[in-house]
């Protein structure tokens, strides 16, 4: 059964630092979510993506995160310059239409900003 | 965004069906209710979905009220792999989920 994937399933990182987290979607998805979880708190939503560009974004993605798709099979969340409160699960999800479609999970990656 | 309330909490014996209950009250015509599971801290597992009528598929049913009020996740037989968090979503347009703090459900031996 097709499942999305995601690396690297953990990274620690320095305040400051830029990270870039993969994720390859489901291969005849199109379109491409990422949600966030902080220890012990609920699952928030980040961003969708279809068609090449962001189709929502919440208060949360600001200007230090970007998404792309840079070779038709990666879907990537870059953080410029991670922040402390950034320490999180990010999850990468993709589903085949919008609105009435199935999103389907990744397995995350724990990110650590120390 | 329509909301969803569910218990915080709830067990269910393992072998016996575990009726989890979700309220919607303010559903709109167009929305679908989904269900998601989240074991420990792995990704959200999608599980039914359904718009109007009662849903069935190999992990569960989906029992919808008439008016769309509310709905049960049912699990006919429970094991102790589905102690999870249960969410009960319901879809907005454009795709997003918003998760709420979900029902965590113990499966006991």
């Known amino acids: 059964e097709p499942e999305v994937t995601q690396t690297p399933s953990h990274q620690v990182t320095q305040m400051g630092q830029e990270v870039i987290l993969r994720c390859v979607p489901i291969s005849n998805h199109l379109y491409f979510y990422w949600y966030r979880q902080i220890l012990g708190q609920k699952v928030e939503f980040l961003v969708s993506f279809y068609n090449n560009e962001i189709s929502e974004k919440s208060e949360i993605f600001d200007d230090q995160f970007s998404v792309e798709r840079p070779d038709g099979s990666n879907f990537t969340l870059k953080i410029r310059s991670t922040k402390l409160e950034d320490s999180a699960m990010y999850f990468c999800?993709?589903?085949?239409?919008?609105?009435?479609?199935?999103?389907?999970f990744g397995p995350g990656t724990r990110l650590l900003v120390l | 965004d329509a909301k969803t309330t569910q218990p915080t909490s709830m067990d269910c014996a393992e072998g016996r069906a575990a009726n989890l209950p979700c309220n919607h009250s303010t559903i709109s015509g167009n929305e679908y209710v989904y269900w998601y599971r989240q074991i420990h801290s792995q990704g959200p597992q999608y599980i039914i979905h359904g718009l109007k009528n009662n849903e069935t598929n190999e992990m569960a049913s989906l029992i919808i009220t008439e008016d769309r009020k509310s709905s049960t996740l049912i699990l006919p037989h429970a094991t102790l792999r589905d102690t999870a968090v249960y969410y009960c979503?319901?879809?907005?347009?454009?795709?997003?989920?918003?998760f709420g703090q979900g029902t965590e459900l113990s499966v006991k031996p």
């Open positions: 979503i319901v879809s907005l347009w454009g795709g997003k989920l918003i």
């Open positions: 999800a993709s589903g085949i239409k919008v609105n009435q479609e199935t999103q389907y």
